[in-house]
């Protein structure tokens, strides 16, 4: 419907919000780009106008930093997902490595344990307890 220029929404839930989407001209995108700088440069005089030097100083770097972070969000984000998954990559293939090379074959097991001689031996009959010694019959 939407591309038929039937409904101005291509949602039902931007028609719901009273939105609707349009495409920006380069002209218009060059006024918001202006837009946005004049307002940072706004920022930035009201920031250097009040407090101490230091003051100033530091919440107009933060200002700048802020700009520059929101400018370039999108190829920080990711640039920091490929670090991150070439950073996964090679400790995953460190520790394949590693436990390949050091996989050695299981210990034998360990020698039975000797019997107390004051302990209770095992008798000869499986049906006696070993420590009643009461024969018990299995009926099923």
């Known amino acids: 419907m ?29 006024m918001m780009h202006l837009a946005k700088e004049q307002h940072r440069q706004q920022q ?3 920031a250097q106008q009040h ?13 700048k930093g802020a700009s520059v972070l929101t400018d370039h969000m999108r190829s920080v984000l990711i640039c920091s997902i490929f670090a991150f998954k070439i950073l996964e990559w090679w400790y995953t293939s460190a520790e394949d490595r ?14 039975p ?6 302990g209770v031996g095992l008798p000869g009959n499986t049906a006696q307890c070993p420590i009643c010694r009461w024969v018990y019959c299995r009926w099923f």
């Open 2 to 30: 939407y591309l038929l220029d039937v409904t101005d929404c291509h949602s039902p839930i931007l028609h719901l919000l009273g939105q609707r989407l349009v495409r920006l001209s380069g002209s218009e995108m060059a």
């Open 44 to 46: 930035l005089l009201r």
């Open 51 to 63: 407090g101490s030097q230091a003051a100033r100083l530091l919440h107009s770097w933060w200002l």
């Open 98 to 111: 590693l436990s390949s090379a050091a996989a050695l074959p299981p210990p034998p097991a360990p020698p």
């Open 113 to 118: 344990p000797a019997s107390d001689p004051k």
